[in-house]
């Protein structure tokens, strides 16, 4: 089945340390995406990539880093510089700009 | 002014109800239209896209988009207990780097 695997499900993170999110796609898609989700603030939008080799910063990229070596792959490191990293975090793909984003399943973080 | 409003709800109908959600927008930049239906801790399910204003029929599911008054709504038939989640709009900005905005979601409780 063609989809957007992120892993791990739940995350703990201890004080100033960083941890990774991986986020892979079968779907040949070019363009992909990370957002975060709270509570009463919808989805924001932390880093985006349209071809390989190429990310762009979105509205809160402070405090986060991403690669994109493979088409297939984006992850997401949420450094120790990010002072409030608990959220939901939810990567998406799509084919091109105009159409729709297919998103995977979310990774929940949490501070220990 | 936000980019995108929605009616935050929570909105609660029997079953079987006919069930409105709506957005409204500002920038009128904005192209192209989605709603997402996201379950408790999974990632947004594409329902609907369009960039046309006029409605869009998908089984239970309408989208209508009326871009002279920059509101959209999805109305939802026969609504199901399996229909209850949150829901939410989404826009692209024709001219951006495929950036999508999202409203803050609508969460649905269809009564059995």
């Known amino acids: 089945d063609g989809g957007i695997t992120q892993s791990p499900k739940y995350l703990f993170r201890k004080e100033g340390q960083n941890v990774t999110l991986s986020c892979e796609q079968n779907l040949n898609h070019d363009a992909m995406y990370w957002y975060r989700q709270d509570p009463g603030q919808g989805l924001r939008l932390i880093y985006y990539?349209?071809?390989?080799?190429?990310?762009q910063k979105g509205d809160i990229a402070e405090g986060y880093s991403v690669s994109r070596e493979k088409k297939e792959s984006f992850p997401l490191t949420v450094t120790s510089a990010q002072k409030n990293p608990t959220a939901f975090y939810l990567c998406a793909s799509s084919t091109s700009g105009y159409q729709p984003q297919h998103f995977g399943d979310g990774t929940r973080l949490s501070i220990l | 002014q936000k980019e995108v409003e929605q009616d935050p709800g929570p909105l609660s109908v029997p079953e079987g109800a006919i069930v409105s959600l709506n957005c409204t927008y500002s920038n009128s930049a904005f192209q192209y239209f989605m709603w997402y239906r996201q379950y408790s801790r999974k990632g947004p399910e594409l329902l609907m896209y369009t960039y046309s204003s006029g409605n869009k029929e998908d089984g239970r599911f309408t989208a209508q988009v009326d871009k002279s008054s920059k509101y959209i709504s999805l109305f939802i038939r026969d609504s199901q207990p399996s229909d209850s989640a949150t829901y939410l709009c989404?826009?692209?900005?024709?001219?951006?780097?495929?950036?999508?905005?999202f409203g803050k979601g609508t969460l649905l409780t269809v009564n059995p």
């Open positions: 989404a826009m692209i900005n024709g001219g951006s780097n495929y950036k999508l905005t």
């Open positions: 990539s349209q071809i390989v080799n190429d990310f």
